[in-house]
């Protein structure tokens, strides 16, 4: 299978390879996918207290496509809100990425990762989806 | 330090193999020079051309230990096994509608089965044990009176396991049953004795054994005498088996390419094995790494292995200086994981993570060290990047976790 060039590039540099603290408060996790299927993708934000996504981890089980999907994803949450960053769509992710049909789930996969890992943060924040995260969290803290 | 290395490294012989530079000298002049037709009987060109078929067709015979009549020239063993499976099939018809095989045969021959079974035939297909191999009691046990063929390849693609073709053909033969035996990836690699073995049909492939793609061959037993119902027609060439104008350059190779086979089979297969003993040596260096299929009962050419936590396209894809393949060539483009491992008991994971090194004649030493201090780095590198790799370290086991499949 021809990769594109930018699968390759992320593939051979991946972007925030490695883990926070899951127990960590101002850290959120999602872990998406199963081995049986050949993807598990564990996607990690750190929020800081504006309610920005300061900084982002991954570690993927998968493909070429499916470890691009999720550095690219990491790259793109940085910086963001909670809600900007759920914007991300897959079709972002795959058109980014020139994926081929048959690798469009591994962008599926990614959208799915980045929403887990925003509702865990919510979750452990008691924070409703989709409101605005740096009000709620002003209010918190 | 000075070093011969070539990159890209080719370790996918199972998938097809170089030309022996001596078959490709002895082709050209069959393109060029004597380009006649086998088929002419009224000049020279044509003598010229039967004359260096009927060559190649004794040594062909040679390797395999039959008699040159039996032989005949197809495309492929694709082709050979679709001749072998749907002539026996329709010629028999009338005694009986039943087929065997194995659930971890090449796809030439499952596919060919589903279409019988699209025409009306019953075919039973068998799993095989945790080593990749064929039970006899379990293959005793599906017989019946209207079988009328059983079908087993020699040596695996994916796994390079060896059947126990002798005792199955002698268990078919008691029967009654006829017996077909693909033997694309087992020529040049284990001896083949057709006087002894009792097999009634079987498969062969040129470009597996360093000869040229395109051409193949089909035995077809005379004593007992075999019968089958042609699938092309016009011309009767091959005896009425196979019509169409013989590839002559390419019938040259396959001959030349099994003469060279027979004469240096016993020498390069030791050498192999000990390369390939040195690669499995460097595989078991590295942490969770299991090796499919039996290592006993196994031509020394393939080592497939899995790494845990690593998923197989990805690990080919970061040893891009190594050509090898997760699995076989034929089905690689899909994405399901490999159907021979999974046959074999392993787990989805597991058949995700694996990789097909297939060794061969211009494998050396030097390839093989490169190829373990190459993939040990690979490994580490994906394993670091892997949320299944921490799961296991951080002592989780994975069979407990609620995956959400998808």
């Known amino acids: 299978m021809a990769y594109s060039r930018k699968v390759i590039d992320h593939y051979e540099n991946p972007r925030n390879v490695g883990s926070f603290d899951r127990n960590d408060p101002s850290v959120g996790t999602g872990m998406v996918g199963a081995p049986a299927c050949g993807d598990v993708m564990k996607l990690q934000i750190k929020v800081n207290e504006q309610g920005i996504i300061e900084d982002a981890r991954f570690k993927t089980y998968g493909c070429g496509s499916a470890i691009a999907s999720s550095s690219l994803a990491t790259e793109w949450m940085k910086g963001r809100t909670l809600a900007e960053a759920e914007k991300i769509r897959n079709t972002d992710i795959a058109e980014e990425l020139a994926l081929p049909p048959v690798k469009i789930h591994c962008s599926i996969l990614a959208e799915d990762a980045i929403k887990a890992a925003i509702a865990d943060y919510r979750r452990k924040h008691g924070l409703a989806p989709a409101q605005d995260d740096a009000a709620q969290a002003r209010k918190v803290a | ?406």
């Open chain 2, 1 to 406: 330090m000075k070093s011969t290395l070539k990159l890209p490294i080719y370790l996918d012989y199972s998938a097809t193999t170089p030309v022996d530079p001596r078959v490709a000298e002895k082709m050209i002049p069959y393109l060029t020079e004597h380009f006649g037709n086998p088929a002419s009987r009224s000049h020279v060109f044509g003598w010229k051309a039967e004359e260096a078929v009927e060559e190649a067709r004794a040594q062909v015979a040679a390797l395999v230990n039959c008699d040159p009549r039996e032989i005949v020239w197809t495309s492929g063993a694709t082709e050979s096994i679709n001749l072998a499976l749907k002539g026996v099939a329709e010629f028999h018809k009338t005694k009986g509608r039943h087929l065997v095989t194995v659930k971890t045969e090449h796809k030439a021959t499952l596919d060919t089965m589903r279409e019988l079974e699209r025409r009306g035939f019953e075919v039973t297909y068998l799993d095989v044990d945790g080593e990749g191999l064929l039970d006899l009691d379990r293959l005793e046990a599906v017989l019946r009176k209207d079988t009328i063929l059983v079908s087993v390849m020699y040596v695996n693609n994916e796994i390079g396991v060896i059947q126990d073709i002798a005792a199955i053909g002698e268990l078919c033969r008691s029967r009654g049953i006829l017996f077909h035996v693909d033997a694309a990836q087992a020529t040049g690699k284990v001896d083949i004795d057709l006087g002894a073995l009792k097999v009634d049909l079987m498969s062969f492939s040129a470009h597996k054994t360093y000869g040229p793609k395109g051409v193949g061959a089909l035995f077809i037993r005379r004593k007992p005498r075999v019968r089958l119902e042609p699938q092309i027609h016009g011309g009767g060439h091959e005896r009425g088996f196979r019509s169409g104008t013989l590839a002559t350059h390419q019938i040259v190779g396959m001959g030349e390419a099994f003469r060279i086979a027979r004469l240096e089979m016993g020498a390069e297969r030791e050498r192999i094995r000990m390369l390939a003993s040195r690669l499995l040596a460097g595989l078991r260096e590295i942490e969770q790494v299991y090796i499919n299929g039996s290592l006993e009962r196994r031509v020394p050419h393939n080592l497939n292995a899995s790494f845990s936590f690593v998923e197989g396209e990805s690990l080919i894809m970061a040893v891009k200086d190594i050509a090898v393949s997760s699995g076989s060539a034929c089905t690689s483009a899909s994405l399901e994981p490999s159907y021979v491992l999974r046959a074999l008991g392993r787990s989805d994971e597991l058949a995700h993570s694996s990789i097909r090194f297939t060794l061969g004649r211009f494998t050396t030493e030097e390839e093989i060290d490169y190829t373990v201090s190459h993939l040990k780095a690979k490994v580490a590198k994906l394993r670091e990047m892997s949320p299944l790799w921490e799961m296991y370290k951080e002592g989780i086991d994975l069979d407990t976790v609620q995956w959400a499949a998808h």
